[in-house]
């Protein structure tokens, strides 16, 4: 709406938790590939899970 600012959201992660969140992102996308729909936002999610 009207006057809301973006705000940045930050994670901090194990090394196990990132692990488990990359692989059900993972299988997402390949549902969504299967499927037909498009996948740009959770390559986005995956890009910026892997810096």
Do not use: I
Not at 19 to 29: D, V
Request: aromatic content about 6%; proline content about 2%.
């Amino acid at each position: 709406m009207f006057g809301r600012r973006k705000r940045d959201r930050f994670l901090v992660l194990c090394a196990d938790e990132r692990r488990l969140l990359t692989t059900a992102l993972l299988s997402f996308r390949n549902r969504l590939l299967a499927s037909g729909k498009p996948t740009e936002n959770s390559n986005e999610l995956l890009v910026r899970l892997t810096k």
